[in-house]
């Protein structure tokens, strides 16, 4: 997402445009900004009385508050070799939360507990691979 304009900058145009010496247009032209933010940042002014831009909102809130972190706390604490789908589910069923996998993972990030990576299975089949001269040198 692209970052707001300067505080300095808006001033700059806010001020040029109460001069009144050049059009919006060319004021926009010479500060390299669009004419419609020109027109937007004036109605701010205008309507709300402000120069500078809003503060950050902070985004959208977890749905994961600090009673649903505590369980799933609790759950890793009880069986720390469970999957992340099953996370998710025993959290659902104490909690009622559903979420999405992702969540779960950024939870327990932000927990500092570790998930399992995948589902315990069968090794691969390749095996470590040793350099050629390393396999000379070992069967020697």
Known sequence: MPQPYSPDLRERVLVACERGDLPQVEI?????????????????????????????????????????????????????????REYRERLAERTGVTVCLAVICEALKRLKLRPKKRPSGRPSRSGPRLRPSVRLTASR
């Open 28 to 84: 926009a032209r010479r500060f390299q900004v669009c004419p419609a933010t020109i027109s937007n940042w004036r109605r701010h002014e205008r309507e709300e009385g402000r120069r500078a831009p809003k503060p950050h909102s902070g985004g959208v809130p977890s749905r994961l508050d600090a009673a649903a972190l505590a369980v799933l706390r609790q759950l890793v604490i009880e069986d720390n070799d469970a999957l992340l």
